[in-house]
């Protein structure tokens, strides 16, 4: 069986800093023996914000009937989910955050109707990864964004310990990440590691 790889690019801006980044981790994973890579553009993806109406709390599915509907099963059945989003304000941008208001739904099956995410002979073999840019050098400046990035690998059944990043201050204008003196060498190898990782952790 095939590492399945799940990227998304979460910037409302295409082909941009965060999206880049995304781009060489991915280029990285392909490469690798045995691994198949799709990536996910949020904001063509057409996926709603959560309306709140705690209908999958009764159901354990979203009434929404959107872009998001594939991506639940999807989301699940990858080994290794990837998140990218540049830094707004602060935090995750609007199509970002989208999404992972919308995995409301995996937290509704898990604590309110008791059903299990995934299989349990899964639990603690899949890596997820966040990846983001921002403008500011400022130590603190991704520190408002990873507390949502982490609820969202944790309903979906992803361990903490399980959880990489790749965060690269002031890149502030569209290209800056290509002139950043580490940042392509680091997304690389990075891609790499966890897919290595991942070979090791389910006998690929």
């Not at 999404?99 to 603690?124: M, N, T």
Request: charged fraction near 25%; include cysteine; charge should be neutral.
């Amino acid at each position: 069986m095939p590492i399945t790889v799940l990227g998304f690019a979460g910037s409302p801006r295409r082909h941009g800093n965060s999206e880049t980044l995304l781009d060489w981790v991915l280029a990285a994973m392909a490469s690798e023996p045995d691994v198949e890579v799709e990536k996910v553009v949020v904001v063509d993806a057409g996926i709603g914000p959560c309306r709140g109406c705690n209908a999958c709390e009764r159901t354990g599915a979203c009434v929404q009937q959107d872009g998001m509907t594939p991506l639940y099963d999807r989301i699940l059945e990858a080994d290794c989910v990837v998140l990218a989003a540049p830094i707004y304000c602060l935090g995750l941008p609007a199509q970002a955050k989208a999404l992972i208001d919308r995995a409301q739904v995996y937290r509704s099956r898990r604590y309110v109707l008791g059903w299990p995410v995934i299989p349990e002979e899964r639990r603690g073999k899949r890596i997820g990864l966040f990846l983001s840019t921002a403008g500011q050098a400022w130590d603190h400046v991704f520190d408002a964004a990873i507390p949502s990035v982490k609820c969202f690998f944790h309903v979906a059944g992803f361990r903490e310990r399980d959880l990489r990043y790749l965060l690269v201050r002031s890149v502030d204008e569209s290209g800056a990440i290509r002139r950043h003196p580490t940042a392509s060498e680091e997304a690389r190898a990075l891609g790499h590691e966890v897919a290595t990782t991942l070979r090791e952790r389910i006998g690929a």
